[in-house]
């Protein structure tokens, strides 16, 4: 690859590719800019670029098809999508399109500059060709919503994962939207044509399931009146997906690593092996590590579905999407035609975030249907949610409600002291103050670790240690005496 040290800056919007200009410029990098794809691509074909950074929607030529087009060029930089509309869609798109990477505006150059030094130090590894995009329908699967980074990042492996052959493991509890997420790696893959097969281990017998999997002879049981295909079969070309493996018995389990390594399997009574071409995806809401140590899951089975393996994470560890999917639930279970659309109050959606959803999405969803049944317009009130979910919500915001009102104390008291003499920086000196007592409470809470902090905040370890240096904070010291209570 290129020794060169340029990047590309793609971006209809001047300020943009003024901060980029602006960050890298005593950086070892020379940035240049591009107001256009037309532009960008005109670029790319006449010099070496090492990474583009490229907003997703513009006018003329997109942020998606310039990655196309960009495949036939002789220069193939890494490319970094940029977009302020963080959708699962778009995610996915642009990785499965061949982006290095894809990130939401406002973005943070420390994040950026963690991204360029990943690709300086990967440059002689060329990242392997992505198949060319199929023409399909624009795809929106219900409730597959996700401003949490975790979600963000698991949009980006669908995208990366789909066009592959290999099998994916999903894991997480239930109601966490694992069928979902199968759903998308086969729609998003070469095989979206093909069936898309589900079938639940958990919810048929031993017996019936080896059936339901692999077919059967005529009179090759009792009952058996004539021969029928299994699920294996019925997916020959496209996707199978496997639900709550952790569930299916040893027995089964042989015949299904078989099929997995031979793509060969016999019917129930039949002599004559069959042969299938199915992308394998399993999920689990149970530790299938676990259940190798007790002896109830082959470990060698574990091995070959787990190639790829995506966590859900449970919804009260996303609780920034919580209000997302809510209003998601509310227009698609709401009366469209009714003109005064239904809508959470904002105590509900508070409530709701301070409820710790033990059934996941799923759980969410019936709460808002029970919703529609009590307000056909207007706001959700708290009064309208069920009264177990306000029990459990009111055991909480004690805490909370005690940080706020010292948060709004401090904010009082700075006014006070600073409203004269702020000089139009009043916003960043309130950030700053309330910012240390961050800091300090995560240096208390992790006594004194800073690589353990700085992984809590989700910051980077030099830009954590720069800011402690600037507030003067001592990482080993105490801060419990703080304004604010404790985090």
């Known amino acids: 690859m290129s020794g060169s ?98 990130i939401s505006k406002p973005f943070d150059f420390d994040e950026i500059f963690k991204l360029i030094d990943k690709v300086e130090k990967s440059r002689d590894v060329r990242p392997p060709e992505q198949p060319a995009a199929t023409a399909q329908e624009d795809f929106s699967l219900e409730a597959i919503i996700g401003k949490n980074r975790r979600m963000q990042d698991i949009f980006k492996v669908i995208g990366k994962a789909a066009s ?46 080896e059936s339901e999997l692999f077919g059967h002879e005529k009179g090759s049981f009792t009952g058996a009146v004539e021969a029928k295909k299994g699920k294996f079969e019925l997916a ?82 996303r609780v920034e999407d919580i209000p997302l999917l809510a209003e998601f639930f509310l227009k698609k279970y709401g009366d469209a035609s009714v003109l005064d659309q239904v809508y959470l109050s904002p105590e509900t959606a508070a409530l709701l975030k301070q409820y710790p959803w033990p059934g996941n999405i799923r759980e969410l969803e019936n709460v808002i249907k029970r919703c529609l049944v009590l307000v056909t317009r207007g706001p959700v009130l708290p009064e309208h949610l069920p009264e177990p979910l306000l029990e459990a919500a009111r055991k909480t915001p004690a805490a909370v409600d005690a940080w706020q009102t010292n948060l709004d104390a401090v904010v009082h008291d700075f006014l006070a002291k600073n409203r ?41 370890r030099n830009t954590l240690k720069r800011k402690i240096d600037a507030m003067g904070i001592d990482p080993k010291k105490k801060h419990s005496d703080s304004n604010l209570p404790p985090l």
């Open 5 to 102: 040290k340029d990047i590309l800056i793609v971006d209809d919007e001047e300020n943009i590719r003024w901060l980029f200009t602006q960050a890298l410029e005593d950086s070892p990098y020379r940035v240049d800019t591009a107001c256009s794809g037309e532009e960008a691509l005109q670029k790319i074909r006449g010099q070496s670029y090492f990474m583009v950074f490229t907003d997703i929607f513009m006018e003329g030529i997109s942020g998606l098809e310039l990655l196309q087009k960009v495949r036939d060029t002789d220069h193939r930089p890494h490319i970094v999508v940029m977009t302020a509309q963080d959708t699962m869609n778009n995610t996915i798109e642009a990785m499965r399109h061949g982006a290095y990477d894809y």
């Open 164 to 209: 592959t052959l290999f099998p994916v493991l999903i894991t997480g509890e239930s109601g966490t939207g694992k069928e979902l997420v199968a759903r998308a790696l086969h729609h998003y893959s070469n095989r979206s044509q093909k069936p898309f097969i589900f079938i639940n281990c958990a919810a048929i017998s031993r017996e019936l399931l």
């Open 420 to 460: 004269d003499s702020g000089d139009g920086n009043l916003y960043d000196l309130l950030i700053q103050e309330v910012e240390k007592h961050l800091f300090e409470q995560m240096l208390d809470h992790k006594r004194g670790n800073q690589v353990a902090t700085s992984k809590s905040l989700g910051i980077n």
């Open 236 to 317: 020959d070309g496209g996707t199978l997906m496997l639900d709550e493996i952790g569930d299916m018995e040893l027995p089964l389990q042989a015949k299904i690593l078989r099929v997995l390594q031979n793509s060969e399997f016999y019917r129930v009574g039949g002599k004559d092996s069959l042969r299938v071409d199915v992308r394998i995806i399993a999920a689990t809401n149970q530790r299938l590590p676990d259940l190798m140590k007790a002896d109830r899951f082959r470990e060698d089975l574990y091995h070959r579905l787990n190639v790829i393996n995506i966590h859900m994470p449970p919804l009260r560890e």
